[in-house]
């Protein structure tokens, strides 16, 4: 017999990117398609198949970019911030939201991952690491996964 191995458990996921942006391929072209008939040039494949092509093509690159550099994926051991992972037995506190006028030292810490910042559209969240660290975690549904990573790190390192 063999072992199987299991997935671990998947507490929070984000996966950086939709696929569904690859439909403004086609729309584009049936909107050059709608612009060549309405000017009189009757429907001729030659530019619409071009917008086809170039927009799906662009945004399937940039999709999968996303797919692989915004993703986030925490499980009992890991959390993964693009593709970078890091034990979650490093992260010894979850920073408090950042409140005020005044912005907190964590805010300027590394952002995990390997992007030079929090990507737009995500949120950071402080983390306190071991050897006296600090780190931005990040997400779209940053309480969410502040809430995941509170509840993982208080089961583990019960609250002072």
């Given amino acids: 017999m063999t072992d199987k191995q299991t997935a671990p458990q998947v507490l ?3 996966q950086g990117a939709s696929w569904w942006w ?3 391929g086609p729309a584009a072209a049936i909107a050059m398609g709608l612009i060549q008939a309405s000017a009189g040039y009757g429907f001729q494949w030659v530019v619409p198949g071009m917008f086809l092509v ?5 945004l399937a690159i940039q999709v999968k970019a996303a797919r692989i550099h915004t ?9 993964r911030q693009g593709t970078e992972r890091i034990g979650t037995d490093e992260i010894v506190r979850v920073y ?3 409140t005020g006028s005044e912005p ?20 950071g ?4 690491m ?7 975690a990040w997400a779209r549904k940053h309480q969410t996964l502040r809430q995941t990573l509170t509840q993982l790190i208080e089961e583990r390192i019960p609250p002072a």
Avoid at 54 to 58: A, I, Q
Avoid at 71 to 79: C, G, N, R
Avoid at 104 to 123: C, F, I
């Fill in 22 to 24: 690859l439909a403004a």
């Fill in 96 to 98: 408090p939201e950042a």
């Fill in 12 to 14: 929070f996921y984000e």
């Fill in 104 to 123: 907190p030292k964590w805010q300027s810490a590394r952002a995990l991952g390997e992007l030079t910042g929090v990507p737009r559209g995500r949120t």
């Fill in 71 to 79: 993703s986030v994926e925490l499980t009992p051991e890991t959390l």
């Fill in 130 to 136: 071991t050897n006296d660290r600090t780190a931005q």
């Fill in 125 to 128: 969240i402080g983390l306190k």
């Fill in 54 to 58: 170039l927009v799906s093509g662009f």
